[in-house]
């Protein structure tokens, strides 16, 4: 059974740091992209941060607009987990984050018909 599992949401002051981590288990993923949506109460999911691979064996990472600068993602594909550093967390950040994989970049980018998706992890960023 493939499972995606987020763990590291917390509350934290507005310019703090939180660490999101995602255990991917059931199969192996070095060959998926996977990535963090986020969903803010009243707005729908959103993008922020993917790492796509190549048969080159580089993996490549993008981030929506909003976090670049101050979010990095990363990912250990031999332990199957992928990490969200958030740092100058803002209360715009607030949001339930979501660990998200799949076989193609661009599927995952789009955030729909993702193979898998974990439970969510919720972030609180106060002003």
């Known amino acids: 059974q493939v499972q995606l599992v987020e763990s590291g949401g917390g509350l934290v002051q507005a310019g703090g740091s939180l660490r999101l981590s995602c255990v991917a288990s059931?199969?192996?993923?070095?060959?998926?992209?996977m990535g963090w949506f986020r969903q803010a109460p009243g707005k729908e999911r959103e993008f922020v941060a993917g790492?796509?691979?190549?048969?080159?064996?580089?993996?490549?990472?993008y981030y929506a607009d909003s976090v670049k600068g101050r979010f990095t993602i990363s990912r250990d594909s031999a332990k199957n987990t992928v990490e969200l550093q958030m740092n100058s967390l803002k209360p715009e950040d607030t949001a339930v984050y979501y660990c998200?994989?799949?076989?193609?970049?661009?599927?995952?980018?789009?955030?729909?018909?993702?193979?898998?998706w974990g439970q969510g992890t919720q972030v609180s960023v106060s002003s």
């Open positions: 998200a994989a799949d076989p193609d970049y661009s599927t995952l980018r789009g955030g729909l018909n993702v193979d898998y």
């Open positions: 790492t796509s691979w190549s048969v080159v064996g580089v993996y490549y990472t």
């Open positions: 059931g199969r192996t993923f070095s060959r998926y992209a």
